[in-house]
């Protein structure tokens, strides 16, 4: 059993930061899985969904998309199996739906998204 349950998203303003968090449970998920990568994607109205950032098992390796480069910061805990996404100076087009998703030993598991809506 997998599951991933985000938290964090919500309302704000153009310019705020908001933190997104990402817990994932169930015995398909270990602590020890050193292949489990843990990353964010979104999907905005009519728009396909995009990577925006990602993070190795370490946590020391990371990556982002171009459009939120120096913006947002995934962060992974000691714990493994939570990530978290700082998403500082939100833009209007930053809104979407933010999904967790945890790759492991090539299979892909997505939680159900946390809405992010930022007006300008």
């Known amino acids: 059993q997998a599951q991933l349950v985000e938290s964090g998203g919500g309302s704000v303003q153009a310019g705020d930061s908001l933190r997104l968090s990402c817990v994932a449970s169930?015995?398909?998920?270990?602590?020890?899985?050193?292949?489990?990568?843990m990353g964010w994607y979104r999907q905005a109205p009519g728009k396909e969904r995009e990577f925006v950032a990602r993070?190795?098992?370490?946590?020391?390796?990371?990556s982002y998309a171009e459009a939120v480069k120096g913006r947002f910061t995934i962060t992974r805990p000691n714990t493994k199996l939570t990530t978290y996404l700082r998403m500082n100076s939100l833009k209007p087009e930053d809104t979407a739906m933010y999904y967790c998703?945890?790759?492991?030993?090539?299979?892909?598991?997505w939680g159900q998204g946390t809405q992010v809506t930022v007006s300008s």
């Open positions: 169930g015995r398909t998920f270990s602590t020890f899985d050193y292949d489990m990568d």
């Open positions: 993070i190795d098992w370490s946590g020391v390796n990371t």
């Open positions: 998703k945890v790759q492991m030993r090539g299979v892909s598991y």
